[in-house]
């Protein structure tokens, strides 16, 4: 089964992020692997060929952070394209990002996280997010459900 590349992709691949909730916290996992190997996010990956985005939450949320989540509300479609130096797409994906609900689970950094934590939504700065993360999450913080 050719499942392309990530990197230099025929076209945009499709990913889910986890955005998960509770109380004024959030988790964030550091990426272990490029394309952001070592920066903080919002734990996800991407979508397997006939799995839904809800399952694809589920699945990447436990296989990241250890957790068992309900996804919700739909915050927000982002794109996320990476350009070489000679301005060649080298990656480009487009993400579906979910507040999600915790059912349980335990916090553990796992598959491409390095690390995870349940950041307050107060010192998101010191984690030095991307700005269009920045936005999701506080969009997220903002949707019931």
Not at 120 to 132: E, M, N, T, V
Request: some cysteine; overall charge neutral; charged content about 20%.
């Amino acid at each position: 089964m050719d499942t392309g590349s990530r990197e230099y992709p025929a076209r945009p691949l499709i990913g889910v992020g986890a955005l998960i909730i509770q109380g004024s916290n959030i988790v964030l996992v550091r990426r272990s692997k490029p394309p952001s190997q070592g920066e903080w996010s919002i734990p996800g990956g991407l979508v397997r060929v006939g799995e839904t985005l809800s399952h694809a939450v589920i699945r990447e949320a436990l296989e990241e952070t250890g957790l068992n989540v309900r996804p919700g509300s739909l915050v927000e479609l982002v794109e996320r394209i990476v350009q070489d130096r000679n301005k060649s797409v080298q990656y480009h994906y487009v993400i579906a990002d979910y507040k999600c609900s915790l059912i349980s689970g335990a916090l553990v950094a796992g598959s491409d996280a390095s690390e995870a934590c349940w950041a307050q939504k107060d010192r998101l700065g010191d984690f030095k997010l991307p700005a269009i993360t920045l936005s999701v999450i506080n969009g997220a913080f903002h949707i019931d459900g």
